[in-house]
């Protein structure tokens, strides 16, 4: 069984400033994939960055930088040079691969951008 | 990214009435698409999966028969909450993959669904 799990329910950053969301996960199996989305008030899903288990590399995409360390099993988003639009839920989700391609997300983290 | 499009984004209705939700992906044929339900400060849970032209599969608790999902083609997937009741009242969200080797799957704006 999978299970994603974010610690942090709500996080304080000062805009400009950087500030890392943890997530950890459980899986048994070797392929998956691990995303990171951004819910503002309005209640859409946007989608920030993904990483897939095999891949050497951290993912970035601009502001967005995903921590991945397989061994410890968790996969931290960084955001960098925080800004006021940044204030919003972001949730940690998890897809298998080998089981239906279903998305399970982690608890979410409220983030507050401070002016 | 690939646009997926959830219409309404909010609906009032009274209890014991149906409600119908779309969910259409828009310039990508979705072979398979995922409804959610999120309770106020809750994450997502996913109620159903939905293959074009199958049966959809719903998670443990979840009433088949009050959550109704039909995904007659590859760019639309319906869900009927039928008989509804306030504690039905949520936020529904879809999401729509296409294909193999995709690595997103693409949300549409959800509808908050209020039954007085």
């Known amino acids: 069984a999978q299970k994603i799990t974010q610690t942090q329910p709500g996080m304080f950053v000062q805009e400009k400033e950087a500030v890392t969301l943890d997530c950890t996960y459980d899986?048994?199996?070797?392929?998956?994939?691990l995303f990171w989305y951004k819910q503002p008030s309005s209640g859409e899903m946007i989608f920030l960055i993904y990483?897939?288990?095999?891949?050497?590399q951290n993912a970035t995409e601009g502001r967005y930088s995903l921590n991945f360390q397989k061994a410890r099993k968790s996969a931290n988003l960084v955001i960098s040079a925080s800004q006021l639009g940044d204030s919003a839920m972001y949730f940690c989700?998890?897809?298998?691969?080998?089981?239906?391609?279903?998305?399970?997300f982690g608890g979410g983290t409220r983030l507050m951008v401070k002016p | 990214g690939a646009v997926v499009s959830q219409h309404p984004s909010r609906v009032i209705c009274k209890s014991g009435t149906s409600v119908k939700i779309e969910c259409r992906s828009l310039?990508?044929?979705?072979?398979?698409m995922f409804w959610y339900r999120q309770f106020p400060k809750q994450s997502l849970m996913l109620m159903a999966t939905s293959n074009e032209g199958s049966k959809a599969t719903y998670e443990q608790g979840v009433e088949k028969d009050k959550f109704l999902i039909n995904h007659a083609s590859l760019t639309l997937s319906t869900l009927t909450v039928t008989s509804a009741h306030p504690e039905d009242s949520s936020f529904y969200i879809c999401?729509?993959?296409?294909?193999?080797?995709?690595?997103?799957?693409?949300f549409g704006q959800g509808t908050r669904l209020t039954v007085v």
């Open positions: 310039d990508f044929q979705a072979t398979t």
């Open positions: 990483q897939g288990s095999y891949d050497q």
């Open positions: 999401s729509a993959r296409g294909g193999r080797g995709n690595t997103e799957a693409f």
């Open positions: 989700a998890m897809r298998d691969n080998n089981a239906g391609n279903m998305l399970t």
């Open positions: 899986t048994s199996d070797p392929s998956y994939g």
